[in-house]
């Protein structure tokens, strides 16, 4: 002790020459135990950033002296008041301590080491060098964001603790290996390097990131070489499944899940399968997967075999594996082949559904196929003899049939004998009658009829059928049963613009005319007389047996009123009519006796020159009557024109009685004042006279 003692006052006379910055020293007994708090103090923080290394050698320091710091702190401290100098050695001893510890913490390799290095080992630059060079080979150029092999050193407390060969662990939950539950100290794993320091120094390690960033490398390498992953169907979603590869979930396709079609998503939920990666979306480590690929190359080599080896012929073994309107597709082991719909049955058929099921075995013939577009054209009834081959014996002209109704045309229907076996009915020899037949009012799907073969043809495999020769032709009676002039009632089974098709018997029946409706009304279609169905009377009027038709008539049940009408409306006649209907032709009156007349439109112009309305009722004067054509013109206009030519010539009349009146007036006073002029001049003649004899005697 004595020894150190000696040392430190050497050291501090030694140091009094050297100017010492700041104020005086003060008295030590004032700062004795502030100045124990300073040393403690600089001791823990040198300690606390002090390296597994620098701890190893500062203890081995301290192993070498003796005495610790605090306690040879004690002593000096204890030295002070015999030793005045000694006491201003340890006072700048302390001060170049807390002048150092202004720029303690900052990071623990800026430490100043030379403040600590008492009993240390002093080494040379060459041999620090050497040092330093071998301890950084133990250790490993760890970089951030790169995935490193990590050994497990401890598990404890819920953490693993791994060795990067680095100079500090790492620590990551355990939480992160639940996919590895046999996990022990010595396992070596893939760890993600996060950060090499944190804020507090340590390193920042991460399983489920390495897993994931593995998972990916390992998705776009099975997308680029074609590779095989692995992956656990774990839910549902719209349109396919959700499959987690590794941690990362992909996404897989419901078409992309067999190469048949899959109905049942719920199936494949918790299973584990083989996938390839046919999308990847690097901005957003997304992918597709499929597991059809996998199959389809799988049956690649199987489809080349049996497209290898098929021949026209060739009859094979399928399994329907999809039904459409238009057909079925088959697997014939690998590859694909279509059985067209006419193939399935040499019978009519409306789907495939009434001769297949899904999934149902069945043995074909190969019809056609190309290699280059791997399309294969299968048949189903050809493997057995075409119907027309085999037909019954019993089928020839004259025999009966019986059959269904297969298919309707415009032209007549088609029926099914046996299958694979029709014959036409011609909408012809539907019936005896010449009215036209509609074959698609007349004939319905699935109609069990029986028909007379007409005619047979085996070579061009076809077949004439009729259902009116079933009975005997009423043509060839018709002069006996329905002669001209007879009376009868039919029914009423088409009307065309032109007039009214009437049955009266099967197979014979006539046209009415529209104009042979009625004698006095005119009708625009026949609809406005009667209805199809409806019962009607008429006369036979007129017969062409070879044309097989009937002329008939309903208005020639009745007398022709037209003979009478000539003498109830003659020309110029007035009548009361009311108005039916109007077009901008004309306009078409009732008159009395249920008669209709025309009158065209400027006829029917009222005395404020307005249009008759519909309904109304107006005297109009008949312009013209045709017995022949049975027409009669009116019109409302020419009785107005006859009403006030009728008034003139009453005012004309009246005007003249009056002026005849006034003339025989004037005549008889003229008769009267003539008669006193007279005899007025014979006065005066006389008393001229008179005159005239006085004067000579008044001379």
């Given at each position: 002790?004595?020894?150190?003692?000696?040392?430190?006052?050497?050291?501090?006379?030694?140091?009094?020459t050297?100017?010492?910055?700041?104020?005086?020293?003060?008295?030590?007994?004032?700062?004795?135990?502030?100045?124990?708090?300073?040393?403690?103090?600089?001791v823990?923080?040198?300690?606390?950033?002090?390296?597994?290394?620098?701890?190893?050698?500062?203890?081995?320091?301290?192993e070498?002296?003796?005495?610790?710091?605090?306690?040879?702190?004690?002593?000096?401290?204890?030295?002070?008041?015999?030793?005045?100098?000694?006491?201003?050695?340890?006072?700048?001893?302390?001060?170049?301590?807390?002048?150092?510890?202004?720029?303690?913490?900052?990071?623990?390799?800026?430490?100043?080491?030379?403040?600590?290095n008492?009993?240390?080992?002093?080494?040379?630059?060459?041999?620090?060098?050497?040092?330093?060079?071998?301890?950084?080979?133990?250790?490993?150029?760890?970089?951030?964001?790169?995935?490193?092999?990590?050994?497990?050193t401890s598990?404890?407390?819920?953490?693993?603790?791994?060795?990067?060969?680095?100079?500090?662990?790492?620590?990551?939950?355990?939480?992160?290996?639940?996919?590895?539950?046999?996990?022990?100290?010595?396992?070596?794993?893939?760890?993600?390097?996060?950060?090499?320091?944190?804020?507090?120094?340590?390193?920042?390690?991460s399983?489920?990131?390495?897993?994931?960033?593995?998972?990916?490398?390992?998705?776009?390498?099975?997308?680029?070489?074609?590779?095989?992953?692995?992956?656990?169907?774990?839910?549902?979603?719209?349109?396919?499944?959700?499959?987690?590869?590794?941690?990362?979930?992909?996404?897989?396709?419901?078409?992309q899940?067999?190469?048949?079609?899959?109905?049942?998503?719920?199936?494949?939920?918790?299973?584990t399968?083989e996938?390839?990666?046919?999308?990847?979306?690097e901005?957003?480590?997304?992918?597709?997967?499929?597991h059809?690929a996998?199959?389809?190359?799988?049956?690649?080599?199987?489809?080349e075999?049996?497209?290898?080896?098929?021949?026209r012929?060739q009859?094979?073994?399928?399994?329907?594996?999809?039904?459409?309107?238009?057909?079925?597709?088959?697997?014939?082991?690998?590859?694909?082949?279509?059985?067209?719909?006419?193939?399935?049955?040499?019978g009519?058929?409306?789907?495939?559904?009434?001769?297949?099921?899904?999934?149902?075995?069945?043995?074909?013939?190969?019809?056609?196929?190309?290699?280059?577009?791997?399309?294969?054209?299968?048949?189903?009834?050809?493997?057995?003899?075409?119907?027309?081959?085999?037909?019954?014996?019993?089928?020839s002209?004259?025999?009966?049939?019986?059959?269904?109704?297969?298919?309707?045309?415009?032209?007549?229907a088609?029926?099914?004998?046996?299958?694979?076996?029709?014959?036409?009915?011609?909408?012809?020899?539907?019936?005896?009658?010449?009215?036209?037949?509609?074959?698609?009012?007349?004939?319905?799907?699935?109609?069990?009829?029986?028909?007379?073969?007409?005619?047979?043809?085996?070579?061009?495999?076809?077949?004439?059928?009729?259902?009116?020769?079933l009975?005997?032709?009423?043509?060839?009676?018709?002069?006996?049963t329905?002669?001209?002039?007879?009376?009868?009632?039919?029914?009423?089974?088409?009307?065309?613009?032109?007039?009214?098709?009437?049955?009266?018997?099967?197979?014979?029946?006539?046209?009415?005319?529209i104009?042979?409706?009625?004698?006095?009304?005119?009708?625009?279609?026949?609809?406005?007389?009667?209805?199809?169905?409806?019962?009607?009377?008429?006369?036979?009027?007129?017969?062409?047996?070879?044309?097989?038709?009937?002329?008939?008539?309903?208005?020639?049940?009745?007398?022709?009123?037209?003979?009478?009408?000539?003498?109830?409306?003659?020309?110029?006649?007035?009548?009361?009519?009311?108005?039916?209907?109007?077009?901008?032709?004309?306009?078409?009156?009732?008159?009395?006796?249920?008669?209709?007349?025309?009158?065209?439109?400027?006829?029917?112009r009222?005395?404020?020159?307005?249009?008759?309305?519909?309904?109304?009722t107006?005297?109009?004067?008949?312009?013209?009557?045709n017995?022949?054509?049975?027409?009669?013109?009116?019109?409302?206009?020419?009785?107005?024109?006859d009403?006030?030519?009728?008034?003139?010539?009453?005012?004309?009349?009246?005007?003249?009685?009056?002026?005849?009146?006034?003339?025989?007036?004037?005549?008889?006073?003229?008769?009267?004042?003539?008669k006193?002029?007279?005899?007025e001049?014979?006065?005066?003649?006389?008393l001229?006279?008179?005159?005239?004899?006085?004067?000579p005697?008044?001379?």
């Amino acid at each position: 002790m004595s020894e150190e003692k000696e040392g430190m006052s050497e050291s501090s006379e030694g140091e009094q020459t050297q100017p010492i910055a700041g104020d005086s020293i003060p008295p030590l007994a004032d700062e004795t135990s502030s100045d124990d708090a300073v040393v403690e103090e600089t001791v823990a923080l040198a300690e606390e950033n002090a390296t597994p290394m620098e701890e190893e050698v500062a203890q081995d320091s301290h192993e070498e002296e003796g005495p610790s710091s605090e306690e040879e702190s004690h002593e000096v401290l204890a030295a002070e008041a015999s030793e005045p100098v000694a006491e201003e050695e340890d006072v700048l001893d302390i001060e170049e301590i807390l002048a150092e510890t202004e720029v303690i913490g900052t990071a623990h390799d800026d430490f100043n080491w030379s403040i600590t290095n008492k009993g240390g080992i002093n080494y040379s630059s060459e041999e620090s060098a050497n040092l330093t060079e071998q301890y950084a080979a133990t250790m490993n150029a760890v970089l951030e964001n790169e995935v490193v092999k990590g050994m497990v050193t401890s598990i404890n407390g819920g953490d693993v603790i791994l060795d990067i060969n680095y100079k500090s662990d790492g620590l990551i939950p355990q939480s992160e290996f639940r996919d590895m539950p046999g996990l022990k100290v010595g396992d070596a794993v893939d760890v993600y390097v996060e950060q090499q320091e944190d804020g507090r120094g340590h390193l920042v390690l991460s399983r489920r990131k390495a897993k994931l960033l593995k998972s990916w490398e390992s998705i776009v390498d099975s997308y680029e070489n074609g590779t095989i992953i692995k992956g656990t169907v774990i839910s549902k979603t719209k349109g396919g499944l959700i499959v987690d590869c590794g941690g990362l979930e992909t996404f897989l396709p419901g078409s992309q899940i067999d190469i048949k079609p899959i109905v049942d998503y719920d199936q494949y939920v918790g299973r584990t399968m083989e996938f390839k990666v046919v999308k990847v979306n690097e901005i957003i480590k997304n992918a597709v997967v499929s597991h059809k690929a996998l199959i389809e190359s799988d049956l690649a080599e199987q489809r080349e075999q049996i497209i290898g080896g098929l021949e026209r012929g060739q009859v094979l073994e399928g399994v329907v594996k999809n039904i459409t309107d238009f057909g079925a597709f088959l697997d014939l082991g690998g590859v694909d082949g279509l059985l067209y719909i006419t193939d399935i049955s040499w019978g009519r058929i409306n789907h495939p559904l009434e001769v297949l099921t899904l999934n149902q075995k069945i043995n074909v013939v190969v019809l056609d196929f190309d290699e280059n577009k791997r399309r294969i054209s299968l048949g189903l009834k050809q493997l057995q003899p075409h119907p027309w081959e085999v037909v019954a014996s019993g089928i020839s002209e004259g025999s009966t049939v019986n059959g269904r109704i297969v298919n309707i045309e415009d032209y007549g229907a088609f029926l099914e004998i046996q299958p694979g076996v029709e014959g036409l009915i011609h909408v012809s020899e539907v019936s005896w009658s010449n009215q036209p037949v509609n074959a698609r009012e007349f004939f319905h799907v699935g109609q069990e009829m029986e028909a007379k073969v007409v005619s047979i043809d085996q070579v061009e495999r076809r077949m004439s059928l009729s259902v009116k020769q079933l009975s005997s032709d009423p043509w060839t009676e018709i002069a006996q049963t329905f002669p001209v002039g007879s009376r009868h009632e039919g029914e009423v089974k088409n009307l065309t613009p032109y007039g009214v098709f009437v049955e009266l018997k099967d197979g014979i029946g006539g046209m009415v005319h529209i104009s042979d409706l009625s004698w006095t009304k005119r009708y625009g279609h026949p609809s406005e007389f009667t209805k199809v169905g409806e019962k009607i009377s008429v006369q036979i009027l007129e017969m062409d047996l070879q044309a097989r038709k009937l002329s008939l008539g309903h208005k020639q049940l009745e007398e022709n009123p037209w003979d009478t009408f000539e003498n109830v409306f003659p020309v110029g006649s007035y009548h009361e009519a009311t108005l039916l209907r109007r077009d901008d032709r004309g306009a078409v009156v009732q008159m009395p006796y249920g008669l209709e007349a025309f009158a065209p439109i400027k006829h029917m112009r009222k005395e404020d020159n307005s249009l008759a309305n519909i309904e109304e009722t107006l005297t109009v004067k008949v312009i013209e009557f045709n017995r022949d054509d049975k027409r009669i013109l009116v019109s409302h206009t020419r009785y107005l024109e006859d009403i006030r030519k009728e008034a003139d010539d009453s005012v004309r009349k009246e005007k003249q009685v009056d002026k005849e009146k006034t003339r025989q007036a004037v005549k008889k006073q003229q008769s009267t004042v003539e008669k006193t002029t007279m005899g007025e001049l014979e006065g005066l003649a006389q008393l001229k006279e008179q005159l005239g004899q006085d004067a000579p005697a008044a001379e």
